[in-house]
Structure formats: structure tokens, C-alpha cells
């Protein structure tokens, strides 16, 4: 599970009707790990970018956390700059 409290600087906090919004539009479904951290945090700046996964065992980085809503004009750069 990923730790919210890992997360700075995050935007607006999303709803459920967001959410559902955004996976109709994408004809997606989110998993609910997910969710919970979009409706916790949506988006943000990452205090320690390493985490682990248990099963399989996986390590990664992140380097941004991207909101799916209210991203502000600083983030559309970075979001640039990793695409």
C-alpha cells in the first residue's frame, strides 16, 4: 500500500463522482488502491520516491504523482517534460 503521508503539495482532493468521470471518459476502471490515494491526495511532489510491493517483489520510483484534476500551470510542464 502506498503511504499518502508520502505526498506533498497535492492538489484539490478528488470525489467518487470524479473518479467514475474519468474512468467513463477513458473506459477505464481504477483500482481501488488507487482511488483511495486520488481521494486523498490527487497529485503531488513525492518526500521519498522509493516503494516496494510485496507480491511480486518490485521496486520502483516515483518521480511525480500527476493529478487526474485541478492541475495547476507548474505541473503542465513537468507533465511536459515526462512526455
Not at 482532493?13 to 486523498?40: F, Q, R
Not at 520516491?49 to 511480486?56: D, E, G, H, N, V
Not at 518521480?63 to 505541473?75: A, D, E, G, N, S
Amino acid at each position: 500500500m502506498i503511504n499518502i503521508d508520502n505526498f506533498y503539495d497535492c492538489e484539490k482532493k478528488l470525489t467518487d463522482k470524479d473518479l467514475n468521470a474519468c474512468e467513463n471518459k477513458l473506459g477505464i476502471t481504477i483500482p481501488n488502491s488507487l482511488k483511495e490515494l486520488y481521494v486523498n491526495c490527487n497529485g503531488g511532489n513525492v518526500y521519498r520516491s522509493i516503494c516496494r510491493i510485496a507480491y511480486p517483489p518490485y521496486e520502483f520510483e516515483i518521480l511525480k504523482f500527476l493529478p487526474i484534476k485541478y492541475l495547476r500551470m507548474t505541473q503542465i510542464s513537468c507533465w511536459k517534460e515526462l512526455h
